[in-house]
């Protein structure tokens, strides 16, 4: 809406000016990202102002400048190609000559004015040139704006003038998309006119593992694969078209109109929807990413159980549910959707279809977009014809029942019409529609039962949006019989971290960003178009849009151009761990700490002073070494280190200036894995035999046995041993006992050292609610030892000669260690349970002790706390499941491969864990709770409550044994 001036305010600026003053302005638009903390950082002799969003920002400037005359004014708020947000309206190039009595009055007595715009965009392609050079002409300033992101480290010179350096340098930007590389028809291959088969490219789908781009043709009616490296280069690998084969390009005969592409989870299929062909194709994808044709389904054709599928007129649309278990296709022609049952092998079979008027789904006329919930309980399909969402819902055997239809002009939903795709957010409380012959993306919000209700809506032109798909046949003149018109289409995703969505426009040729609040609320942040001066060239027709799974890229079909564009994703960089490194264990008296801090991505600008130590130590940080390009041992020492007593860890310092390559800064948040060092008050005073267990006479024995003899303590306790020498205390071992010696009698919980040596002094502590006992030692015989910790806990310690390892369990209970076990291996397991619930512990096989799981297709290793490292662990799940009864022992016995790792999880309350709460023996899978402890010799014993319970890890206690 374009603002008209009061008469007031023009005898306003007519009249009489306050004197000019030197000190700058600055007017803040009030949705500006991180608004306080800019505000905070301004230089001395600068004044702020915030617009109120809710009027005119034009006329509130004007008002302020009246009052206090300057000649420096910049404009901070978010921009787009010619123009920015300003309080309540948009000073944009189509407004600037109405306000131009605004415009003159900012600096009419001043020389040689300035106005600066520290705006996103606001300078890029021919509308950004035009505004401003007529800024500068209704001004009568020097204006300065950029045509690139602002912020995020990339700030013009006039930044520094306004905000302190620590600022510019803590202040993260919302993500941008930066231009990498395009692949255009006919420059692959060789230019292999057989190969080259991009022309009407539309729908685009990326690899799980993000190996692999899949591109569909509509024009050429062809699936083209690409192949993408661990730097999102992108590489020809295969194509396959409608017809017959030629030469070494496969041939599919269901591909005309090819329109619609979908992976499944898995990796090993690939399905194509065709309009021309009324068909979905079905490929299967080989070890090292090839495609061949493994099943086509037409429409009036049967199944492999003859089932007549007749409900594939104009399929355009498909997508394939997060568990595997189904493939939904929707028809432009038929107005339907319809459900195949997918199997092991991914070959599909029809399970129902649901075509416009049929059980009370009525809004499904020229259905053209499917999306899944994340849980997959409901399926929403937009429909082109009837400008309408509607909902299904699924349940647990994958039928679809109607829920709702929402339409397009009912109520407060006005921007439905040419609704062409759909998708949902990761966290299940949004759902998003692209609306082409609208031009508009529609927010609703999914409530509680499933139901949506209107939320947001954002149209073309608004905050520099371009959303109108256009209102052209997009197959016109291309000789393609029998393919149904699909105009003013575009396409809608959301980026896998939930932050972004992207939104592709046909007739505007570009695709534009949108941030997404905590809300699921949308903000424009950027728009990018074909030519527009930031290297993306083949952008006409811009249709399909995916993001790689790693979040890192972003690739767009160019219908017209018959091109593909990838784009980075300009992500801040993330800290994610802080690690004990040297020495590894929790305890120590050492006087040199060595932290290792791991990065999600390579990091630049790493030094001594990017980091600072916690716990009130005068110790400093004494060295930084680049273990790789995202991982940095720092070394803390000095200062009282040495005889310190408590709690030491590591910290990023203020004002650090780490970045990515590309010059993002770290970002703020928190490490999901923070350690820290406990240290006991220096080096220990000479020891003697009142204060540890000194081993003499040693002989052939080789191993030291500790035996739980009564622990009476009201809470789980830890056993720490320690190697000590006049110098230094290291701990060597730990187990954990549990309150009250809470095992059944017919357990007598113990734990071997291996590997003890003759004039070994050892040491153990018992910690119970950061209580530490020392034990005191006292002999029992020539070989046996007492030892009390003065709380009512004693062990008995002695030695004894043993020719295998007897405690198979590792690092805490994390895993069970087969490797020195060959062929069949017998365990026998006694279970015992005290718990209010009736949960079970499972198994699975890893390839490595720490729980990484060897990915055979990608080559890649999947660790505790990994994405998909649960479903990955629950694919190598052992039929095995260990059960009790509360006061009862319970006996199993099961046979395993040896030669390997396994590790343990817990089903809280039971039942299938791919649903259920599971906990793992790895910390790093439970945000880092340790739910599993070692509590003696091939005995562990699991918490099964959330954020660790009552944490008496008696819940369920398994011993096992290999007979």
């Known amino acids: 809406m374009v603002a008209s001036l009061h008469t007031s305010a023009y005898r306003r ?118 505004f401003v050079e007529t800024l500068a002409r209704l001004t009568g300033a020097q204006v300065t704006a950029s045509a690139t992101v602002v912020g995020n480290g990339q700030w013009p010179p006039v930044a520094a003038r306004t905000f302190q350096p620590t600022v510019l340098a803590q202040y993260p930007s919302t993500l941008v998309l930066t231009f990498q590389d395009d692949i255009k028809d006919g420059t692959f291959d060789g230019g292999n006119p057989d190969s080259n088969r991009l022309f009407g490219a539309a729908g685009v789908a990326i690899s799980p593992d993000g190996s692999q781009i899949f591109v569909v043709s509509a024009v050429e009616s062809a699936i083209s694969v690409f192949n993408r490296d661990a730097s999102g280069n992108i590489s020809f690998s295969q194509v396959i078209r409608d017809g017959s084969d030629i030469g070494n390009i496969l041939g599919s005969e269901l591909l005309a109109g090819a329109f619609g592409v979908a992976v499944s989870p898995d990796g090993n299929q690939v399905y194509v929807a065709s309009t021309g062909d009324d068909s979905l194709s079905v490929f299967s994808r080989d070890g090292a990413g090839g495609l061949t044709e493994q099943q086509s389904l037409r429409n009036t054709r049967p199944d492999p159980n003859n089932n007549v599928v007749d409900s594939l007129a104009g399929a355009v649309d498909v997508a394939v549910s ?103 957010s990761a966290d299940g409380n949004q759902v998003y529609v692209a609306s082409a012959r609208d031009a508009a993306i529609t927010v609703f919000d999914r409530n509680a039962d499933g139901s949506l209700s209107f939320a947001q809506v954002i149209g073309d032109g608004e905050n520099g949006a371009q959303l109108f798909g256009g209102d052209s046949d997009i197959f016109a003149g291309t000789g393609i019989t029998g393919v149904p018109e699909i105009r003013g289409f575009s396409q809608v995703t959301i980026s896998p971290d939930d932050k972004q969505i992207l939104v592709t426009s046909f007739a505007e040729n570009g695709v534009t960003v949108f941030d997404r609040d905590t809300a699921g609320r949308l903000t424009v942040n950027q728009v990018i178009q074909d030519q527009d001066g930031n290297g993306a060239n083949q952008l006409a027709g811009a249709l399909g849009v995916a993001v790689s799974p790693d979040d890192q890229q972003v690739v767009i079909t160019g219908f017209t151009d018959a091109a593909i564009a990838a784009f980075n994703r300009d992500l801040a960089p993330s800290l994610l761990s ?138 789980a306790g830890e056993i720490l041993i ?115 619930i009736d949960s079970t512990v499972g198994l699975y096989a890893t390839d490595f002790s720490d729980g990484g799981i060897l990915d ?50 817990l089903v809280a309350g039971g039942g299938d864990p ?10 790093g899978e439970n945000n880092n709770n340790d739910h599993a402890k070692l509590l003696g010799d091939n005995i562990f014993g699991y918490e099964d409550l959330g954020n660790l319970g009552d944490r008496d890890f008696n819940d369920i206690v398994v011993e096992f044994a290999v007979v």
């Open 13 to 130: 600026f007519l009249g009489q000016q306050n004197p000019i003053d030197e000190i700058a302005l600055v007017f803040f638009d009030s949705r500006v990202d991180n608004l306080p903390l800019l505000l905070a950082g301004l230089r001395p002799g600068i004044t702020a102002h915030i617009l109120d969003p809710d009027r005119d920002g034009i006329e509130q400037i004007s008002e302020i400048v009246y009052q206090q005359p300057t000649i420096s004014l910049t404009l901070v708020g978010h921009g787009f190609p010619g123009g920015l947000q300003l309080g309540a309206t948009h000073l944009e190039l189509g407004n600037l000559e109405a306000y131009a009595l605004h415009l003159g009055s900012w600096f009419q007595a001043a020389t040689a004015p300035r106005l600066n715009l520290l705006a996103c965009h606001v300078a890029a392609g021919d509308a950004g040139v035009e």
């Open 322 to 424: 997060a568990d595997g278990s189904q493939v939904f296709v929707v028809s432009l022609t038929d107005s339907a959707i319809t459900v195949f049952d997918r199997d092991g092998a991914g070959t599909l079979t029809l399970r129902q279809s649901i075509k416009d008027g049929q059980g009370g789904a009525n809004q499904l006329f020229g259905a053209a977009g499917v999306a899944l919930s994340p849980g997959g309980d409901q399926v929403y399909v937009v429909s082109h014809v009837d400008s309408a969402i509607t909902v299904f819902n699924r349940d647990s055997s994958g039928n679809l029942t109607f829920r709702q239809s929402i339409k397009d002009e009912q109520g407060a939903v006005q921007s439905l019409f040419g609704a062409s795709s759909v998708a949902a």
């Open 578 to 715: 802080i690690a004990r490194q040297q020495p590894t264990t929790a305890a120590t008296t050492a006087d040199s700490l060595v932290f290792r801090v791991t990065f999600d991505e390579a990091v630049l600008n790493v030094d001594a002073t990017d980091f600072t130590a916690t716990g009130g130590t005068t110790a400093a940080i004494t060295n930084v070494v680049a273990v790789s390009a995202s991982a940095y041992d720092v070394t803390l020492g000095g200062g009282d280190l040495a005889n310190f007593s408590g709690v030491v860890g590591l910290d990023l310092a203020n004002g650090q200036n780490i970045t990515d390559p590309v010059g993002n800064p770290l970002g703020t948040q928190a490490p999901v894995t923070d350690e820290t060092y406990t240290l006991n008050g220096g080096n220990p005073a000479k020891l003697t035999s009142l204060s540890g267990l000194e081993v003499t006479g040693l002989g052939v024995a080789n191993t030291l046995r500790l035996q739980v003899d009564q622990a009476a303590i009201a809470t």
């Open 722 to 836: 320690f190697s000590a020498d006049a110098n230094s205390r290291t701990q060597i071992a730990s187990f954990s006992i549990l309150a009250g010696g809470q095992l059944p009698e017919r357990y007598s919980p113990a734990f071997s050292l291996d590997g003890v040596q003759e004039g070994q002094f050892l040491e153990f502590d018992l910690i119970v609610e950061d209580v530490v006992y020392q034990a005191t030692p006292s002999p029992l015989n020539d070989t046996q030892i007492s030892l009390d910790f003065g709380n009512g806990t004693q062990l008995t310690a002695e030695t004894f000669t043993r020719d295998a390892t007897t405690n198979l369990l590792l690092e805490d209970a994390t895993a069970i260690d087969l490797t020195g076990q060959t062929g069949t291996v017998n365990v026998v397991f006694a279970v015992y349970r005290d718990a209010s």
């Open 856 to 905: 055979g297709l990608t080559g890649e290793i999947l660790r505790p706390g990994d994405a998909g490292y649960k479903a990955a662990a629950l694919a190598n799940q052992l039929d095995t499941q260990l059960t009790g009864k509360n006061g009862q022992v319970n006996q199993f016995s099961a046979a395993f491969t040896g030669g390997g790792f396994l590790g343990t999880f």
């Open 914 to 923: 791919a649903t259920s709460t599971v906990y793992f023996s790895y910390a």
